[in-house]
């Protein structure tokens, strides 16, 4: 039976993982140990100049890990992929990997917030700096803030939190003609509603804390890369630079691209950022992210089902000021929607009411059955009021930029009765305006 054939649905629970070399279990193994025996010296060699991918220590690599990477790469059809230890190291790795020393990133506003804080408080420290632009869709925009130094185009596919939609394929070309890859965040999308890689994108990012795992037990992320960009463009002599650590056996010096030919942007995050920053996934963890993969299809469906029925109620409700979601009506993101999203737009969105301060910190002091915290993607329904609290390090400039106006409430649909969500937003609105 050729891989090639396999369904969505089953890679997402069989991909990656040969129970024969496992003991034959039937559960993917956690392979609880720091390190792995080296053999004999020629191994050990083998071992630390990466010219063998066998394990060595968890923080580089581990068997209960590897099958979790493999699976997602398997979903998203990435040649090289790497697990880390949460998304915020999955976006600082990625865009550290390609800045390189003191090269720069066109970005935006309308991303999640840690990542808008960490290009204020990380990156400089760098040397590396980002520019952002308001509208990433918006290519005369960023054509414009391109310059000799960029060397990476950064984005989330659906963001987080008003779910606006990125135009993948025209941004990944103009990226390309300048010989500089487009990176995009599919956290909120993931591979089950979106391949960004289909449109030309040349890396993903995942928090898999969120909607890969979905059950809000977990933090982790994954970088993954196409295989198609090219690295030896000319722009990017960290991918090209013969390396003393990745000396072969003859003690010649060899390259990230000697070494790593199909997978260098992640053979370079696990050498580099993962080897030394040290942010790597537990077995554990990676388990647990396993388990819930083997029900993403199910669960990403019932949440946009969900999600579409609490807008239509959203929408009903006269007290509700604006809903932003690409199937809230009039939503300009609709097209992009319909053309990259047809199974869904994702189950994040965001609205606002009529009302002062007071009265939404009554609202949400009413609600009852949504969780009021910091996640989203989990099987629980999440409310939040994000510009005080997730994306409560923005600047004014920043929030406006970003589309943020204080009294913007975010919902992360779960798997609950639909019946029971709207109920409950019902009876929060009424201990205001009833
Ligand atoms: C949560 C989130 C992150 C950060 O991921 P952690 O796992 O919390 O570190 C990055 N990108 C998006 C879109 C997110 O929602």
């Known amino acids: 039976m050729s891989k090639e054939k396999l369904g969505f649905d089953t890679v997402k629970v069989r991909g990656g993982y040969n129970a024969a070399e496992h003991n034959n279990a039937v559960s993917v193994p956690i392979y609880q140990t720091a390190a792995f025996e080296l053999g004999n010296t020629q191994r050990a060699a083998r071992l630390f100049s990466f010219s063998d991918s066998d394990p060595i220590y968890t923080r580089l690599s581990n068997p209960t890990v590897t099958v979790l990477e ?23 790795y990625a865009l ?13 506003t309308r991303l999640y917030g840690g990542a808008v804080d960490s290009f204020d408080k990380i990156f400089p420290n760098f040397g590396i700096d980002v520019d952002l632009v308001k509208d990433t869709n918006d290519l005369y925009e960023v054509e414009k803030t391109i310059k000799p130094d960029t060397k990476a185009i950064y984005v989330e596919t659906i963001s987080n939190p008003n779910s606006t939609v990125t135009d993948i394929e025209p941004l990944a070309k103009l990226a390309h003609s300048y010989k500089i890859p487009l ?37 982790a992320g994954l970088v993954l890369e196409s295989g198609t960009f090219d690295w030896a463009n000319g722009n990017f002599p960290q991918f090209t630079k013969p390396e003393y650590f990745l000396r072969d056996e003859n003690e010649i010096s060899r390259s990230i691209l000697d070494v790593f030919p199909k997978n260098p942007f992640t053979g370079r995050i696990r050498s580099i950022y993962l080897n030394y920053l040290g942010a790597a996934l537990s077995p554990f963890d990676a388990y647990l992210v396993l388990l819930g993969l083997e029900t993403l299809s199910e669960r990403i469906s019932k949440q946009v089902a969900n999600t579409e029925k609490i807008i239509r109620y959203l929408e009903s409700n006269p007290n509700v000021l604006w809903v932003k979601h690409p199937h809230a009506k009039g939503n300009a993101y609709k097209e992009l929607a319909e053309k990259y999203l047809p199974k869904g737009a994702g189950s994040v969105l965001t609205f606002g009411f009529k009302g002062t301060q007071e009265q939404y910190d009554k609202f949400l002091n009413s609600i009852k059955l949504f969780s009021y915290h910091a996640n989203i993607g989990d099987a629980r329904s999440i409310i939040i ?23 913007t409430i975010r919902l992360s649909i779960g798997l609950e009765d639909a019946d029971d969500l709207i109920a409950d937003l019902e009876q929060a609105f009424n201990t205001n305006f009833n």
């Open 183 to 219: 990176i995009v965040d599919n956290t909120l999308a993931t591979p089950y509603l979106l391949n960004p890689f289909k449109y030309g994108a040349d890396v993903i990012v995942y928090s898999s804390t969120k909607m890969l795992n979905g059950h809000g037990n977990v933090i």
């Open 96 to 108: 550290l990997n390609a800045a390189g020393k003191g090269g720069r990133i066109i970005s935006t």
């Open 70 to 92: 493999n699976r997602v790469a398997e979903l998203d059809g990435a040649t090289g992929v790497v697990a880390l230890g949460s998304g915020m190291a999955a976006v600082s």
């Open 385 to 407: 009021n994000s510009p005080t609290t997730t994306h409560g390090e923005l600047n004014d400039k920043q929030r406006n930029l970003a589309d943020l106006p204080l009294e």
